[in-house]
């Protein structure tokens, strides 16, 4: 089966530092790989994708790096926020568009 | 509103009792999913369907029944709920011939004493 492993439950950081999230596959490189932010008693929302042919992709101060030699995506957050705390999930799409998510990496930013 | 509506949010029943979450969603989504999520594995498949009146199951499928006779509408039922159905359960869809981005619902959270 494949597996999708987030290898930090939880990341503690100063505000204005950069937090560097993990995610690692198993088995054959997905076609996509996908990040979502999940506030506590909330949905997760949608942050990025990127593509198996992709090796970096940027939104505002978000980054996300795809190694498909090293079967993982890195999840970075710079100059970050007290409102960047949120638990991050990584997720892969399979056929049918069914997503298997990691289980999730809970970031605080400490003021 | 457009969206993805869930209800109840919250509800708690008994072992043995039939209990059915709802999910409604605006956009006629093609794709419809319901996950569970739990401490320490994260969200979990149950059933997903690619249209009205086409369902599959995902990964925990035991224990739950779904069922879409319209495309804006993906119920969620447990037949006979274990306090191990105890969880929050999320329902999302996806257009359909995209990157598989999810929208989620905001969760039902289902206590079984």
């Known amino acids: 089966s494949q597996k999708i492993e987030q290898n930090s439950e939880a990341l503690n950081i100063q505000e204005g530092k950069t937090a560097t999230l993990t995610c690692n596959y198993t088995?054959?490189?997905?076609?996509?790989l996908q990040w979502y932010r999940q506030d506590p008693g909330r949905g997760p929302v949608f942050l990025l994708l990127i593509r198996e042919n992709e090796k970096e992709k940027r939104k505002e101060r978000l980054k996300v790096t795809f190694d498909t030699t090293l079967k993982q995506s890195l999840f970075h957050i710079t100059a970050s926020q007290p409102a960047d705390s949120a638990t991050y999930l990584c997720?892969?799409?399979?056929?049918?568009?069914?997503?298997?998510f990691g289980a999730g990496t809970t970031v605080t930013v400490r003021a | 509103d457009a969206g993805i509506t869930q209800s109840p949010r919250y509800k708690i029943t008994e072992t043995g009792r039939q209990v059915t979450l709802m999910c409604h969603q605006t956009?006629?989504?093609?794709?419809m999913f319901w996950y569970r999520q739990d401490l320490g594995h994260g969200l979990r498949l149950i059933y997903y369907?690619?249209?009205?009146?086409?369902?599959d199951k995902g990964e925990v499928p035991d224990g739950y029944v779904v069922s879409r006779s319209k495309t804006e509408n993906f119920p969620l039922t447990l037949e006979s709920a274990t306090r191990s159905q105890t969880s929050v359960y999320f329902c999302?869809?996806?257009?359909?011939?995209?990157?598989?981005?999810?929208?989620f619902g905001e969760g039902s959270r289902l206590t079984v004493l």
């Open positions: 088995n054959y490189s997905p076609a996509y």
């Open positions: 369907s690619a249209a009205a009146d086409i369902t």
């Open positions: 997720a892969r799409v399979g056929h049918d568009y069914k997503l298997s």
């Open positions: 999302a869809s996806i257009p359909g011939g995209g990157t598989g981005e999810l929208f």
């Open positions: 956009w006629s989504h093609s794709y």
